[in-house]
C-alpha cells in the first residue's frame, strides 16, 4: 500500500497565509472599484475562486476584512518608503522619494490599499480605527522628519522658517501635501492619461516643485 502523503504544517500554514493575502487582495480591488458597502463576501469569494463562506474561516466579518486591507496598505507603505528612503542623500531627495513612493502606493498596478483608506474609511469600527492610526502615525512619522527638516532649512514654500513655528507648521504641510496628493486617486489614471498626457513620473516632479522653493 502506497504511503500517504499529508501536508506538514509549515506547508498548510503558508497555504492559509496565501488565502488570506488573496482575499485581502481582491477585497482592495473589489472596495475601491464597487466601494464597501456594495461589495459583498460573495463577490470576494468569487474573485479568489472560493465558496461563499470561506472568507470566514479568515475573518469574523467584512468590516474585519476591510480592517485588513488597511493595515496591508500601511504595511506595504511602511517598508517600500523606509527601503527607498535609504538611498537618499539629501533632504530634498528624501522629500522627492517620500512623493514619489506616495504616488506609487497610491497608483502602481494592484496599490488599491490606501485608496480604500481614503474612500471606506468611515465605514471602520472605532475599535478597528485605533489600531490602523498606529500604523497610519507611523508612516506619518517618516513625513514628520523630513518637513520638519526641510522648514528649518527655509526650503518648503509658505511656511515658517526656523525650529521655532517647525512643529506647527510641519502638520499643517502635511496635511497639506499628502492631501494634494491623496487627492489624485479622484482624478489621475496614467494608463489612460489626463488630457495633458501626464505621465505618473511628471505629476511628482511638478509636486515636488509647487511645494519646494530654491534655497
Same mark, same amino acid.
Given at each position: 500500500m502506497p504511503a500517504v502523503q499529508t501536508a506538514s504544517p509549515h506547508h498548510a500554514l503558508s497555504e492559509e497565509a496565501n488565502r488570506r493575502d488573496a482575499l485581502v487582495r481582491a477585497s482592495a480591488q473589489l472596495f475601491r472599484n464597487k466601494g464597501f458597502k456594495a461589495t459583498t463576501v460573495r463577490?470576494? =469569494? =468569487? =474573485? &479568489?475562486?472560493?465558496? +461563499?463562506? +470561506?472568507?470566514?474561516?479568515?475573518?469574523?466579518?467584512? !468590516? $474585519?476584512?476591510?480592517? =485588513? &486591507?488597511? $493595515?496591508?496598505? #500601511?504595511? !506595504?507603505? #511602511?517598508? #517600500?518608503?523606509t527601503h527607498a528612503l535609504a538611498r537618499a542623500q539629501t533632504t530634498v531627495d528624501e522629500f522627492r522619494i517620500l512623493v514619489q513612493t506616495h504616488y506609487g502606493i497610491l497608483h502602481h498596478p494592484g496599490s488599491d490599499f490606501i485608496a480604500v483608506m481614503i474612500y471606506e474609511w468611515r465605514h471602520l469600527p472605532d475599535s478597528h480605527k485605533r489600531d490602523i492610526i498606529a500604523l497610519k502615525d507611523r508612516y506619518d512619522g517618516l513625513w514628520h522628519h523630513t518637513l520638519s527638516r526641510l522648514i528649518e532649512q527655509g526650503r518648503l514654500g509658505g511656511m515658517a522658517h526656523g525650529k521655532a513655528g517647525a512643529a506647527g507648521d510641519e502638520k499643517l504641510a502635511r496635511l497639506m501635501v499628502l492631501g494634494a496628493i491623496n487627492y489624485s486617486v479622484t482624478w489621475f489614471k496614467e494608463q489612460h492619461h489626463t488630457a495633458d498626457n501626464w505621465t505618473l513620473e511628471q505629476l511628482c516632479e511638478s509636486t515636488v516643485a509647487f511645494f519646494l522653493k530654491s534655497p
Open positions: 463577490d470576494i =469569494a =468569487a =474573485a &479568489v475562486g472560493m465558496s +461563499s463562506g +470561506s472568507p470566514f474561516y479568515h475573518f469574523a466579518n467584512k !468590516e $474585519e476584512i476591510l480592517k =485588513a &486591507v488597511m $493595515e496591508q496598505g #500601511l504595511i !506595504e507603505g #511602511l517598508e #517600500l518608503t
